[in-house]
Nanobody, 123 residues
């Protein structure tokens, strides 16, 4: 089982970015997929997740972030718009086999993690 995050980079404030999470070794439709981020000196925090056709977002990103998935390509995307300097972080994707909707915001409820993609937003 592997998750490969990509698409990070340096973006000006107000800009947009799309992160990708390529999955291999498991059936994507059978898993909840979450995006988390970790800023320097801070704990990992929930950003967005997809479970069984439903999505869930952290309040801090609602309206700016959109999670989507392409099952044929086995890839989950995180579209990030109106970037702010406080969005600067390493973004991780994760997969959970038995993660239910109420558990989506909790990192411990996921089984597999990607290596992370650094997003830096300049002010």
């Amino acid at each position: 089982v592997q998750l490969q995050a990509s698409g990070g980079g340096l973006v000006p404030s107000g800009g947009s970015l799309r992160l990708s999470c390529a999955a291999s070794g498991f059936v994507l439709e059978d898993y909840a997929i979450g995006w988390f981020r970790q800023a320097p000196g801070k704990e990992r925090e929930f950003v967005a997740a997809w479970k069984g056709g439903s999505t869930r977002y952290a309040d801090s990103v609602k309206g700016r972030f959109t999670i989507s998935r392409d099952n044929a390509k086995k890839t989950v995307y995180l579209q990030i718009n109106s970037l702010k300097p406080e969005d600067t972080a390493v973004y991780y994707c994760a997969a959970g086999r038995g993660t239910i909707y109420s558990q989506l915001p909790y990192p411990d409820e996921y089984d597999y993690w990607g290596q992370g993609a650094l997003v830096t937003v300049s002010s």
